[in-house]
Every structure is written in C-alpha cells, then in structure tokens.
C-alpha cells in the first residue's frame, strides 16, 4: 500500500525489518527492489539525477538474488522493470524476462500490468515504423506500424489483468486509466 501510494521511505521500513527478520525470504527482497523501482520511475519522470544513483542500488541487488530465484516469477519481472527504465535501448532483455516471467507463472495479473506499461511506454516512444509490404498480408490486408503493434499488446496485456479474479479495485481503476491514455 505504501509503494502504491508513493510512500516508499514508510515502505523500505518495513521491507527492511522484514527482510532482517526473514534473511531467506527472498520475497521481500524483491519486494523492496519493486519499491525501488517504482521509485526510479517517478525520479526519472521528475528528472531528479539521483535516480541513477537508486538504479545502481537496484542493479546490485537484482544480481544478488540471481541464484537464489532463477525460476521464480516475481524476480523475472522486475529485471523487465529494471531493463525498462535504465537498459531501454536493449528490448531484448526486458522482452525475455517477461517471457520468463510467464513461464513460471502464467496468467501472473501483475505481470500482465507491467507487461501493460512496458508495452505502452515503448509505443509512446517509439517512431511510426511501416511494416515491409510482405507483412500487410499478415495483418489483413490492413496497413500497421510499429508503434501500433506495441499498443495492442500493452492493450492485450492490460485487458488479460482486467479479467482476472484476483485483480483489486485499486488496481482495476489504474488499469482503466492506461487503456484510456493509451
């Protein structure tokens, strides 16, 4: 609740103790990177420099938990958070740590939400890129574009969130709010 309300120094107190309590729980580890994360991105937005400084804090960690959680879920998908926001120009790396992501759990809801925003954020900045003429035949004949095929599958993803059961009302509302925008 803290992370989502942008509360992330009450968050990373509780991570923290967390965390000392439980030194083999790896789920609050990546609990407290997510929380980083999450801060980067506003830092990042707000052009506040000392984001940088907060990824390399999150890329240490994140290779610390490598071993420990190779096939865990939750740890593929905030390497693609991470990826996201400090490696954007390398999209293969953030495109298979969704896969991994989904591998070891399928129909994850939040990571059909990150999925969401990752795929939206390279449309926003993506260039208008026609497909070769080879490819109109795939899409039917209708013409498409880069940015276009990145949409769709942030809306994809957003829409698999929405079907969930065990999506929140909180967590609905967001995902309402980036169909919308996007």
């Known amino acids: 609740i803290f992370k989502t309300d942008g509360d992330f120094d ?24 997510d929380a980083l994360l ?33 096939a865990n879920a939750d740890y593929y998908l905030i390497y693609a958070k991470y990826s996201c926001i400090v490696e954007t120009k390398r999209e293969s790396n953030i495109f298979k740590a969704l896969d991994k992501a989904f591998y070891f759990k399928p129909n994850y809801t939040y990571a059909n939400i990150v999925k969401g925003d990752i795929y939206s954020g390279l449309a926003k900045n993506s260039d208008v890129l026609e497909q070769p003429k080879d490819s109109v035949t795939l899409t039917g004949g209708a013409s498409a574009n880069t940015k276009h095929m990145l949409a769709m599958t942030a809306k994809t993803s957003y829409e698999s969130a929405l079907s969930s059961s065990d999506i929140d009302d909180k967590k609905k509302a967001y995902v309402h709010y980036k169909l919308g925008e996007l």
């Open 10 to 33: 009450a968050a990373y107190d509780i991570l923290k103790k967390l965390i000392s309590e439980n030194p083999n729980n790896n789920n609050y580890q990546i609990s407290y990177i």
């Open 38 to 70: 999450e801060q980067i991105i506003v830092m990042k937005r707000a052009d506040n420099s000392e984001w940088k400084v907060k990824a390399k804090e999150a890329k240490d960690k994140i290779k610390l938990l490598y071993p420990a959680n190779a």
